[in-house]
């Protein structure tokens, strides 16, 4: 668990770099920055806590979100130039993210005995309603509704988690080929489009 | 209370095909159209139930929502070209759905022992606030601060339920009673005014 | 504690104005007006409790903030024509409600037992979300991200509140001495910026 939570940091960290860069583009200010960042990086548990009534939610109930997110800031005003040629390793951070905020948001909408359809939401949201967040507050269409490869990434990891949940095996291995099936997907799609200028949106507009 | 699920579902059904109109238009990927019906269909109900705490909210605690939000965008996607020439039947559906959201999420309100005045807010919410979501998702000013047939149409059918509450009347003639105003109401300012290329606009994209 | 009720309902008074304003000066109709003013006045509080479980939330709990801003619509509609004239009573209103938003947010975190930066951000959110909601729905960038000066003055009086917090001294004094703080350093950075086109924004449009 605690390498599911440290992945779960590193997650945030990167989801916090990439709206930090939205942000930045647009010229806000560094409070705005921060905002969108923020919302960026914890919007998606925030929603699913708040839809399913989990209280605390997640930034509230444990205050190294912040933290993360405050560092992932700072460090994104430091090495902005920097951060540019990192698109890869921004790349896998952001799959790695995505895939364990999916399969977070699928293993607690179990955990609260939800319908298997409607725990296969809330894995969704909590992997793009930061994105959907951060977009509309910068006044852009949600990039999610134009990209379906994100969308269908983290679906077929959710669905995978939730056919093999009864069959009672290890949670933690359960968790790892769910999330090896999103990263797979993701990258694989990415590669075989050779969608090269969206990837560069992916990574950093998301 | 069967007659009233069963326009509840039907308002649903209704409300999902606008939304997913609306997202096809805007040529979001299927994924998008999906996310856009889901939100148009059940983002009032859940607006009202975050709000009061009554959890689970709507599409949580009845996994039915899904289903029809899901059938209706098969049904949207399939019978595209068919769908227009109903405009007549979507009217139908769109004015029996409002009235029947604006109802219950006065009587809901009711139920949680809220004031008149914020019981009438949640019956107003729940009809509109799924159209509002829709909207800021696609980047559009909502469509309901420039029409004010809609919301009063729901206002006054609200207005109506609780003045009349008191009398102890039988609840599901009052019911009806009042939602009779809202689709009286409404029918009539569309006829009056002959507002022919708005009513399209508003019952495609509310 | 009755005092600075007295000046929560006058600062949802001025915010509900301003948010009319918007939606006036964008043709909306009446039901537009009253919704912007009203998610304009009550939003920021409204997020604070949703995300922190504090139910009824502000405006379901005390039907006095309803009241307030249907007063604060219908007099903005009569003497539009002489709010005009009274930016600096206006500024001055506003001022003075968002020292107690913020202040009132901070204490409410507090009272929950939250962790100081969390019950900084609920100052914060009570402050700024009501006008971010307006400009989100409005279709506008929100302003705040643009607009140093409105989050910074509001995180300072904070950050002073929770400093002195554990000195254990009168809560009255403490509120008044960090609305203070607030006051000083809005009035402070709008003056020697001499930023007059921006106050008139900042006032009106903030």
Sequence with gaps: M?????????GTFAFAISGALVAIRKKFDVFGVIIIAFVTAVGGGMT??????????????????????????????????????????????????ISVFTLLGVQKGINFNLHPFVALVMGMSSAVMGGVIR????NEIPLIFHREIYASACLSGGIVYLLLY?????EDVLFVISAGIIILVRTIAVQYKLELPRIKKDVFGK
Tied chains: 1, 2, 3.
Aim: no cysteine; proline share 4%.
């Design 135 to 138: 977009d509309v507050l910068t």
């Design 166 to 170: 009864p069959l009672n095996m290890n």
């Design 48 to 97: 699913r806590d708040v839809l399913i009534n989990a209280h605390p939610i997640n930034w509230i109930g444990d205050i190294n979100y912040i933290w993360t997110i405050l560092i992932a800031v700072a460090v994104t005003f430091l090495f902005r130039s920097k951060i540019a040629p990192l698109r890869r390793t921004m790349f896998l951070f952001d799959t790695i993210g």
């Design 2 to 10: 605690d390498v599911i939570y440290a992945i779960d940091i590193a």
